[in-house]
């Protein structure tokens, strides 16, 4: 459970049972309500790949979308996947590496399973520096998600799988991959972050 979770699920459930002797409609949807909002903040431990080169989904969900796009020139493919109200929405670092840039982008709040979501949504995008060359991955806010979170700062050194943030309520996740990757998903599969592998990536010799 992230901990924040308790802090917007113990109103509605204080609330609720203090509603119980008055009125047990509203006490029941308050409850329900609450008891929701544990099972969104959930964070279940994951079993993280040992292939050598593995890139793992950043994020449960289902990928919408595999296209070829490039990145500051260089030719890759993009991979986004969205993320319901019902998915776990910590999310997980794709490789291991140290990470280079944080950039917050302020944007729009589309529906996240839309494709323009990936340029035009508020967005939080995050570099790491792999031995491999660096991987880009975005935390894309949706209509109902309204706060992106990020737990790393510059510098800082992640694992495959390591937990980096979360998006609350509803969002979409962005993985760039170089050309260079092999492409192990694919489009309408449902993938759990950290602990599906999405694609094969070995250091450049």
Known sequence: MVKDGYRFALPP?????????????????????????????????????????????PGDGRVVEIVDEQLDGHA?????????VFDVHVNRAPVA?????????????????????SADNE?????????????????IAGWVARRIVCWKQVGDEVALGERVGMIRFGSRVDVWLPASAEILIKRGQHVAGGATQIARWLPTK
Not at 76 to 84: Q, T
Request: with cysteine; proline share 5%.
């Open 123 to 139: 967005q939080n995008v995050i570099t790491i520096a792999t031995p491999s060359g660096e991987m880009n991955f975005k935390q």
């Open 76 to 84: 890759g493919r993009r991979v986004s996947i969205f993320l319901s």
């Open 13 to 57: 459930l204080i609330l609720g049972l203090v509603l119980m002797a008055f009125c047990w409609w509203w006490a029941a949807i308050l409850v329900a309500l609450g008891l929701f909002v544990l099972y969104f903040f959930r964070d279940p431990e994951r079993q993280i790949p040992t292939d050598p080169g593995a890139v793992v989904s």
């Open 97 to 117: 590496g140290k990470i280079r840039k944080v950039e917050y982008h302020p944007g729009r709040f589309m529906a996240a399973w839309n494709g323009k979501a």
